[in-house]
């Protein structure tokens, strides 16, 4: 067998990073652009060179856009007087895929955690506290991660917000729609039974 050139095996080692892409799946995309170059590998490489050089974090709540202010904050119909503080991108982009949510987000970039050295100063808390008397909030939606570091968090920014006055919720949390039982693991069935509601 042919040995791979040293630039081919180059791009499968930086594909092989991408998380969900191991070695093998990485080959496997990879032969799949050599054998679409026209089609798919060209265009893919312009979009990426595009990305990378107009990408940018918006200023206000953390989010990626390719203006100093993502077009969410940019949006008027968006200031609503509700904040939902998320962990990371990927959260912000779930919410906005389920359309349930109008107001504008703030993007933590992560959550406190002692095992990993992060704390309150490695988080965008501070830029969040600010925002609260800037943009006239009246509601912070607390939209973390159901995990020991995500409720550590809230309870964190909880504290740090009571001096404000400003309402804060979390989301709910439980059986899922469609949920069942006999497949859920024991705390969030725990956390089911805690957030109950009268029918």
Request: aromatic letters at 4%.
């Amino acid at each position: 067998m042919e040995p791979r050139p040293a630039d081919i095996e180059g791009l499968i080692a930086l594909m092989a990073r991408l998380p969900g892409l191991g070695p093998r799946s990485a080959r496997r995309a990879v032969l799949h652009l050599l054998r679409k170059r026209v089609q798919v590998m060209e265009p893919l490489a312009r979009a990426l060179q595009q990305v990378a050089e107009t990408a940018c974090e918006c200023q206000v709540c953390g989010n990626i856009g390719t203006h100093d202010i993502c077009n969410i904050c940019a949006d008027p119909r968006r200031a609503t007087g509700e904040i939902c503080v998320v962990e990371d991108l990927s959260d912000l982009w779930a919410m906005e895929r389920a359309g349930g949510f109008k107001g504008r987000y703030h993007v933590l970039g992560g959550t406190l955690s002692a095992l990993d050295a992060v704390g309150p100063e490695d988080l965008r808390i501070p830029q969040l506290v600010a925002r609260i008397a800037d943009e006239g909030v009246r509601e912070v939606i607390l939209a973390l991660n159901v995990t020991v570091e995500g409720q550590t968090t809230a309870h964190y920014i909880a504290e740090a917000l009571a001096p404000t006055g400003v309402g804060v919720s979390a989301l709910a949390q439980g059986v899922p729609m469609g949920g069942e039982l006999d497949y859920l693991d024991d705390g969030t069935i725990s956390a089911a039974f805690a957030a109950r509601r009268r029918l």
